[in-house]
């Protein structure tokens, strides 16, 4: 499967622990995005990578939230000190050159 | 308000209708427009880009009004297959920035 993958794909925490979430695109693509997704909203855009750059940060992106894609290939998503207002799903994109976008299956977080 | 808003749902409509989904943007700087498709507890995935000439793909059509700011999708002979959450997105002129609507559920019944 060459499609953008995402782990872990469940993650359940409690409240105040960090978590971290990985993403791998598809290979070549050079754009990668991280969301937010909450049930019955569309996705909420939270970061862009192009390569190992961070070129765009969302407002929604507290501090306690870091993206890091070091090599310019798969991107971690870290959430320091978890509230339970931070359940959602985390989906990841991919894309090359071009707008359209490939999702990742996502990262279903749950806060207790 | 909400920079890309959407039809209310859902849309319950029986198989072989036409239904038609309408989607505001409030950034006049936005320049591309897309329709996603997501199914429950699924990925969203791209259904069709819209173009300012309007464009059709099968049984879809997307249509752009840039003057009113509004964009819209048309699924004629409806399948149950077609049964999803269907997302409007725009993208600013720097190509980075995608905004989605909340999406508009759509069941075809049989």
């Known amino acids: 499967d060459t499609g953008v993958s995402q782990n872990p794909r469940h993650k359940i925490t409690k409240r105040g622990q960090n978590v971290t979430f990985r993403c791998d695109p598809i290979?070549?693509?050079?754009?990668l995005y991280w969301y937010r997704q909450t049930l019955g909203q569309g996705p909420e855009f939270l970061t862009y990578?192009?390569?190992?750059?961070?070129?765009?940060k969302s407002r929604l992106l507290s501090d306690r939230f870091s993206a890091e894609r070091p090599k310019g290939s798969f991107s971690t998503l870290e959430i320091q000190r978890t509230e339970q207002g931070d359940s959602a799903m985390y989906l990841c994109?991919?894309?090359?050159?071009?707008?359209?976008?490939?999702f990742g299956p996502g990262t279903r977080l749950t806060v207790t | 308000r909400k920079e890309v808003e959407q039809d209310p749902g859902p849309f319950n409509v029986p198989e072989g209708a036409t239904v038609a989904f309408n989607c505001t943007y409030s950034?006049?700087?936005?320049?591309?427009f897309f329709w996603y498709r997501q199914d429950c507890r699924k990925e969203p995935k791209l259904l069709m880009s819209?173009?300012?000439s309007g464009n059709e793909d099968g049984r879809f059509t997307a249509q752009l009004n840039r003057a009113s700011q509004y964009i819209s999708l048309l699924i004629r002979d409806s399948k149950l297959s077609d049964s999803a959450t269907y997302l409007c997105?725009?993208?600013?002129?720097?190509?980075?920035?995608?905004?989605f609507g909340p999406g508009t559920r759509l069941s075809v019944l049989p």
């Open positions: 994109a991919s894309s090359r050159q071009g707008p359209e976008q490939y």
């Open positions: 290979s070549e693509h050079n754009r």
């Open positions: 990578f192009q390569n190992e750059a961070q070129l765009e």
């Open positions: 950034n006049s700087a936005s320049q591309s």
């Open positions: 819209v173009y300012s």
């Open positions: 997105v725009a993208l600013d002129n720097y190509g980075q920035n995608f905004v």
